[in-house]
């Protein structure tokens, strides 16, 4: 029973926050790969790496900076984790859980979750950003759920419902800033895989078949978790590349890295949009 959180892990963590920044959040932005650009629009801000935070989850992957930053935003007050950290990474799910523990502890109701996805759904091009209408819990069926083990009754009942995760009123605020904005914004479902392989052709077709739209290896743990414990969730993910059916092209992390960089100036636009709105 080591390995679960508990209530006195998280609120050791959170103290250990609060100790090193002047801000109050109360919403939390996660950068996937490619995409910690947003974090340097932040003002005023106070910067933590994650290894100064006891039990946080230190990131390993080239493109995850690894560090919060804390200040304000488009007159919000926001706690953005520039970086992640991935359950193929080693990490237990609870812990992948964690940086969402410590933000509902922190006092943040709304979190923004983005991560570089792949295309399945062939209609789909590199540059597009899509909202997350739903997602596939493909891991966590298999048994790695991020609620495994004892309920932390602090956050939210042990069976929680998930026929939303997705808040639908922040998505109408999301349509609408992108229409504004002239920014083509799709919408679809989400799928995470335990990685760090990329994906076969069969993969893609069977992962097709059953009606997803864009694949990763992050997201799904976290908006668990933020649903878990009673949190708006707003997920986008940024398309990096085709979805490879027949096997005709190859995936590479670089790749994944470069066109998330090119995402950013649509995705800082359509996330300060949206924050300006909540």
């Known amino acids: 029973m080591t390995n679960f959180l508990t209530i006195e892990i998280i609120d050791h963590v959170t103290n250990q926050v609060l100790g090193k920044t002047k801000h109050k959040p109360t919403i939390g932005l996660i950068l996937g790969s490619g995409l910690g650009a947003l974090a ?3 003002s005023d801000a106070d910067k933590i790496p994650y290894s100064e935070l006891d039990s946080w989850p230190v990131s390993t992957v080239y493109g995850h900076t690894g560090q919060l930053v804390i200040g304000e935003l ?6 953005v984790m520039q970086g ?5 990474e080693g990490y237990e799910m609870s812990r992948v859980g964690l940086p969402i523990r410590v933000m509902k502890r922190l ?6 979750i983005t991560n570089a996805a792949g295309a399945v759904n062939p209609k789909f091009e590199p540059g597009d950003l899509m909202m997350l209408t739903d997602h596939l819990n493909l891991i966590g069926m298999t048994g790695q759920s991020p609620l495994r083990g004892p309920n932390l009754e602090q956050f939210g009942t042990r069976f929680p419902d998930m026929s939303q995760v997705y808040d639908r009123e922040i998505h109408k605020i999301a349509r609408r800033v992108a229409q504004e904005k002239q920014i083509h914004l799709q919408e679809g479902v989400y799928v995470c895989l335990a990685g760090p392989s990329f994906e076969t052709p069969a993969d893609l077709r069977f992962l097709l078949a059953v009606g997803v739209d864009a694949v990763g290896m992050s997201t799904v743990p976290e908006a668990t978790v933020a ?3 009673g949190m708006r969730v707003l997920g ?3 398309i990096t590349n085709k979805a490879n059916l027949d096997g005709s092209t190859i995936t590479t992390h670089e790749e994944v ?10 995705l800082i636009s359509l996330v300060t949009g949206v924050l300006k709105s909540l």
């Open 40 to 42: 340097e629009s932040v």
């Open 107 to 112: 006092g943040i109701d709304t979190v923004i």
């Open 236 to 238: 986008i993910s940024g």
């Open 227 to 229: 649903k878990h414990s």
């Open 257 to 266: 890295f470069e066109a998330g960089k090119l995402l950013v100036p649509k």
């Open 74 to 79: 488009e007159g919000k007050t926001v706690l």
């Open 84 to 88: 992640r950290a991935h359950f193929y």
